[in-house]
């Protein structure tokens, strides 16, 4: 009989509580753990979903038997705190990004991508990044198609994250406040971070659907008159609220990406064009399950919703956010760690993901300069 797999959660804050029931619900997992420095957070999602087994600091649930741990804190500890867990023996999912840097090189970002990935190596563990993007309907579709050969060879794909930071659906301020605990005053005052700094959303797109990666880069940079959030007295001085880099990717395609936190969009994810040279996707950005799939004679109209990957019954009542991937990144990492393999979404992969945007912004800081992108290869 396959051994169930025993999971604790870290992190019960505002995103990582949404995680909880699908991994309880999913039937590969066993005892289901959780754990948060904050007693209040823990106690009451404790008695909402019914757990009796709780750790209140990442050590200790690190010293139990458990199988694996999820990782739903602050950006700038994922990286750390998954090394920590893998080498206590476990498996470590980790929210996106793989680690949210604190300087406006961003060079910290690669060099924790090497030691996650170290980690992987020497503790026979598996990481996986929780990218929402890689398991959007349309990246599903669209990697579907790819795979039939129905693209033909890749042209370009054009993926987004749109992101207002001051979007009323979810105000950037106000998660830092959150996160920090720090007032808005204080947080304004800090200032801004680099929008390639978090690019997961975007950059992940073509990297899932072409199964190629990005090696260089040119990127413009956008700075708005007298902004009082992008600022060159901020924490790292950095002027740019939005970002668009051109990308070469590793098949020879072009990957073009935009992140953007000061524009007048209600938000928006993922990729919208995929351009092949027999055919190519749009996407109706007014409406996540709508799409085009074109040829050079025909237009339909198309739900990628229909070309979902299999989930189990368990799973399928609610999905959770992000288009409906929750459910899907919980199925991809328990399934890798039950059947012993990688996640897709693994360290090699997720470090891809976020040295492209370092390159990019080291480009937009010198001009749309090309930047070579860095590399560790892939999974092994």
Request: proline share 4%; hydrophobic share 40%; charged share 25%.
């Amino acid at each position: 009989m396959q051994k169930k797999l025993n999971i604790g959660i870290v992190g019960l804050g505002q995103f990582g509580v949404h995680f909880v029931d699908l991994f309880q619900k999913h039937p590969d997992v066993g005892r289901v753990a959780l754990c948060d420095i904050d007693a209040g957070k823990l106690a009451r999602a404790a008695q909402r979903f019914g757990v009796r087994e709780t750790y209140d600091d990442l050590d200790s649930i690190c010293r139990s038997d458990l199988d694996a741990i999820a990782l739903f804190t602050q950006p700038w500890l994922h990286a750390p705190q998954a090394i920590r867990v893998m080498q206590s023996g476990k498996h470590a999912y980790s929210a996106v990004p793989v680690i949210m840097p604190e300087s406006g090189s961003g060079d910290e970002t690669i060099e924790w991508c090497g030691r996650v990935i170290d980690a992987c190596r020497s503790s026979g563990r598996y990481y996986m990044m929780g990218e929402t993007t890689y398991f959007r309907p349309e990246t599903m579709y669209c990697r579907a198609r790819a795979q039939a050969g129905d693209f033909g060879a890749f042209v370009m794909c054009e993926a987004e994250y749109l992101h207002d930071t001051w979007l009323p659906a979810c105000n950037l301020i106000h998660v830092q406040m959150a996160r920090t605990g720090l007032s808005e005053r204080e947080v304004l005052a800090i200032g801004g971070d680099v929008p390639m700094h978090y690019p997961t959303h975007s950059t992940a797109a073509p990297i899932a659907i072409m199964g190629a990666h990005m090696t260089e880069v040119s990127c413009m940079g956008y700075a708005h008159r007298n902004d009082e959030f992008w600022r060159t007295d901020s924490r790292i001085g950095n002027l740019f609220s939005n970002e668009i880099a051109q990308f070469r990717m590793s098949n020879g395609a072009v990957a073009r990406i935009t992140e953007g936190r000061r524009v007048g969009h209600v938000g928006h994810e993922g990729a919208v064009r995929v351009l092949g040279t027999e055919a190519s996707f749009e996407r109706d950005t007014s409406d996540e399950y709508v799409g085009m799939w074109i040829t050079k004679t025909t237009s339909e109209r198309v739900d990628p919703r229909a070309w979902r990957e299999p989930l189990p019954i368990e799973l399928m009542g609610d999905l959770g956010g992000h288009g409906g991937s929750h459910a899907y990144l919980v199925h991809e990492f328990v399934r890798a760690c039950v059947e012993g393999r990688q996640p897709r979404v693994n360290a090699w992969q997720a470090a891809r993901t976020v040295a492209a945007g370092v390159a990019a912004h080291k480009s937009a800081l010198r001009g749309g300069e090309l930047v070579k992108v860095v590399d560790f290869g892939d999974s092994r």
